[in-house]
């Protein structure tokens, strides 16, 4: 059962190591829009799955993300939200891996489940031709020792 939430306030996730993101809900707009993102569209096709995965995650983020507490620079001072130190936010792969988790999975999740093959109207194997044939039976031979 696909169960719709229609709340569109923003929510704070907890990425650990005390990094909490406020996050605009992942709508269909925001995920067009991180497909369109130039940073995106520009990979070259030999791009790997990994490089993908993290271009479109920055670009998901940098439309998400509103506010944040726990990201400061390297003197501890607070680092406000922009989209340069979000992308460096998630080159911190522990960073990286709990977003992806916690916000952007569960929009992809939905997209998976479209991607299955849809069930046979006849059952899975109408058409097929049969391929196994029944073993013959063997004759049985006494052995004389």
């Given at each position: 059962m696909?169960r719709l939430?229609l ?7 907890d990425l650990?190591h005390g990094?909490r993101?406020?996050?605009a809900?992942?709508?269909?707009a925001?995920m067009v829009?991180?497909r369109s993102d130039?940073a995106?569209?520009?990979?070259p096709?030999s791009?790997?799955?990994?490089e ?10 940098r439309r998400a993300?509103?506010?944040?507490d726990?990201v400061g620079?390297?003197?501890?001072n ?9 992308d ?5 792969w ?6 992806q988790?916690v ?11 479209k991607n ?5 109207p006849?059952?899975?194997?109408a058409g097929?031709?049969?391929t ?5 039976k063997?004759a049985r031979?006494?052995r004389?020792?």
């Amino acid at each position: 059962m696909l169960r719709l939430d229609l709340t569109s306030e923003p929510r704070w996730l907890d990425l650990g190591h005390g990094v909490r993101l406020c996050t605009a809900p992942l709508t269909t707009a925001l995920m067009v829009a991180a497909r369109s993102d130039p940073a995106v569209e520009v990979l070259p096709d030999s791009a790997s799955d990994e490089e993908r995965a993290l271009a479109f995650a920055k670009a998901i983020a940098r439309r998400a993300v509103t506010e944040w507490d726990g990201v400061g620079d390297a003197d501890g001072n607070p680092v406000p939200v922009m989209p340069p130190a979000i992308d460096a936010l998630l080159e911190v792969w522990p960073m990286f891996e709990a977003f992806q988790a916690v916000y952007v999975s569960k929009g992809l999740l939905l997209d998976a489940e479209k991607n299955v093959s849809a069930p046979s109207p006849a059952g899975t194997s109408a058409g097929a031709t049969a391929t196994a044939r029944p073993a013959r039976k063997r004759a049985r031979t006494a052995r004389r020792g």
